[in-house]
Structures are given as C-alpha cells and as structure tokens.
C-alpha cells in the first residue's frame, strides 16, 4: 500500500503547484492597489527587482562568474527580458493600480497568450490558422468589454480607465518577454537567467526611477517601503517564478500556462477580501469572453 500512495502523491504535487503558484503570482497585483498607496509606483518596481536581485545572487554568483564567458554575449538578450519581464510589467501593472481595480488587471493581463500568439505570427513568422484567428477577435472583444465598462458610448468617446491602458501595456510586456524567451536559446540554468533578468530589469527601470525621485514623488523608505518591497521581491517574485519552474518541469509549458486563468480568479478574490471591491456583470461578460478566445487561440 505504501509504494502506491507514494505514486499517488507524486501525480498529485504537479497539479498542487499548478494550483498553488498563481496563489503567489497574483499577489503582484495586492502590491499593485496596496503597496502604491506607500510607494512610488517606479520606486516599487525597481527596488523590488533589485531586492530579488540581492536575494538570489549570494546562491548563484559562483556558476554565473564560471559560465560568464557564455553569459557575456547574451546581455543584450537578458537586458531586452528584463525590460519587458521586469521593466514594464513591474512598473506598468504598479501605475495602473492606481486607478482601476484588481478585477480588471487579472481579466486584462490574462490576454497576454493570445498577444503571444499574434506577436509569434508577425516577429517569429509562425503560421496562424482560422481558429486562432477566431479567437484572438473574442479575446479582443473581451478585453474592450472590460476597459469599457461595458458601455460602448465610453469607448467611443474613449472615456476609459487609465489604470487598465496601463495594464494592456503589461500584458504586451509579457507577450513580448515570453516569446523571445522562448524563441531565444540560453546555454545555463534558468536560476541563472532569473538572477541576471532581475538585474537588468532593475538597471532598466533605473533611469525612470530617478526622473520619478526629481520631478514627481520622492521615496519615504520606512517601514511600509521595506515591507512592500521585501513582498514584491518574494512572493510575485522568487516564490512564484520558482514554482512555476518546478511545475514547468513536471506538466509542461502548455499545462502550466492554464495558471493564468488561475491568476485572473486569485485577484478578484484578493480584491474583494482586501480591497472590498466589487465584480459587476462586464467583468463576467469579459472574463469569459477572454477565456473562450484563449481556449480557441491555443487551439492547434
């Protein structure tokens, strides 16, 4: 009996990550509505990736020092991943906190794999077939449906949130981080990666940190600062991304992409618990609009 329940256990742990990573992932978009009431938005993003940055290289700076001649080539690969992975969906997702709802940042960003899809059409020259063209069209519709509140009058006269542009910018982001990830090829672990995309997505938010310090808000580092940030940089951060490395390892890249379905359902949940909002009719028109074109755009 006992060797049984072992195997029962080892099929089961996969699903248990896949279930339990976007538990962490989704808690970005808490510091998101919470952390910018303390932080700066850029402050947050960009002391947040030089935290994860801090708290990872002690564990990896040996193999990165012994496999920097195959590193030094691909900086500026991992300068580019940092930016889109680090850069604009760290800061993007912080400024739009401000001014839309959890709700709506977790339907929007999870569009990203059919912006995937479309950018792997025109950047990688893959072939699109009818399907995920029907699907990237519901998706789009889904995504309007949110933006504008469900009232098309807003749209046309372009009276929307500013908070959920931001968000469809981070979306973009990650569309962008996550086919040239996998598109381009790296020679060492993905710790390594991480570690070095920590540290150039803080060196491409650096400059954007420093206009934001002189021209708009300066940073109170206190105790909310250290708190928010130690946050970002371990549960959205080294948590999640570790996570989704061993389910990545278990189920697959196509399995484990399902947990940003996941990741739109935690953040209505963290948002009505800790920001006491409220899900109206069109985040259900466009949530489920969003996944029906997801399901048809990942259609092969």
């Known amino acids: 009996m006992k060797p049984s329940s072992k195997k029962s256990n080892s099929k089961i742990y996969p699903y248990f990550l896949l279930f339990l990573q976007p538990v962490f992932m989704s808690s970005n978009l808490i510091i998101a509505r919470g952390g910018v009431e303390f932080v700066p938005p850029i402050s947050l993003a960009f002391w947040r990736w030089v935290t994860t940055f801090l708290l990872l290289i002690p564990f990896f700076y040996k193999p990165i020092l012994k496999n920097f001649k195959k590193i030094k080539p691909e900086f500026f690969k991992l300068f580019f991943l940092g930016l889109m992975g680090c850069g604009i969906c760290g800061a993007f997702p912080f400024i739009a906190g401000k001014t839309t ?43 309007l449906a949110i933006i504008c509140k469900g009232d098309l009058n807003l749209l046309i006269n372009t009276q929307f949130t500013s908070g959920d542009i931001w968000m469809l910018g981070a979306a973009l ?38 206009m934001e310090e002189i021209l708009i808000n ?36 196509s399995i484990t992409g399902f947990t940003l379905y996941l990741y739109t359902i935690y953040a209505a949940i963290y948002g009505i618990i800790f920001f006491g909002e409220q899900l109206q009719n069109f985040h259900y028109l466009g949530a489920s609009l969003v996944l029906i074109g997801v399901y048809f755009a990942k259609k092969t």
């Open 101 to 143: 709802t959890m709700a709506n940042m977790g339907i929007i960003y999870t569009s990203s794999p059919v912006f995937i899809i479309l950018l792997s059409t025109f950047i990688l020259k893959e072939l699109i077939k009818t399907k995920q063209i029907f699907g990237l069209v519901i998706c789009i519709v889904g995504v």
């Open 173 to 210: 982001g990650w569309a962008l981080y996550s086919v040239y990830l996998i598109h381009w090829k790296f020679k060492f672990s993905f710790f390594i990666r991480f570690t070095l995309i920590s540290f150039f997505g803080a060196l491409s938010l650096f400059p954007f940190y420093v």
């Open 218 to 253: 300066r940073t109170n580092f206190d105790i909310y600062f250290t708190f928010w940030v130690l946050f970002g940089a371990i549960s959205p951060g080294v948590i999640a991304f570790t996570l989704y490395a061993k389910a990545q390892k278990y189920l697959g890249a």
